[in-house]
Nanobody
Framework: QVQLVESGGGLVQPGGSLRLSCAASGTIFSIYPMYWYRQAPGKQRELVAHITGGGSTTYADSVKGRFTISRDNAKKMVYLQMNSLMPEDTAVYYC??????WGQGTQVTVSS
């Protein structure tokens, strides 16, 4: 059974940084693309970043240059480094991949 568990969310001031982590278990990890999504209150869930098994990445325009997705296949981990955070980045962030599996989400709040 595949499990995805996020961690690393929290409250941060505008301009600050956070690093989200997603731990995968239950299956071969390295062959699957992985994704970070987010959902703000009253809004649809949106794709933030994507990484292939080989490490190629894509980003939403709203986070390009500020967020970096990475992965450690040996540890079955995916990361989202978020810099220069803005209040509009406030959302629940979800890890997604390995078929249609989702984590439980981690709250990120950017506020002074």
């Amino acid at each position: 059974q595949v499990q995805l568990v996020e961690s690393g969310g929290g409250l941060v001031q505008p301009g600050g940084s956070l690093r989200l982590s997603c731990a995968a278990s239950g299956t071969i990890f390295s062959i699957y693309p992985m994704y970070w999504y987010r959902q703000a209150p009253g809004k649809q869930r949106e794709l933030v970043a994507h990484i292939t098994g080989g490490g190629s990445t894509t980003y939403a325009d709203s986070v390009k240059g500020r967020f970096t997705i990475s992965r450690d296949n040996a540890k079955k981990m995916v990361y989202l480094q978020m810099n220069s955070l803005m209040p509009e980045d406030t959302a629940v962030y979800y890890c997604h991949g390995i078929g249609n599996n989702w984590g439980q989400g981690t709250q990120v709040t950017v506020s002074s």
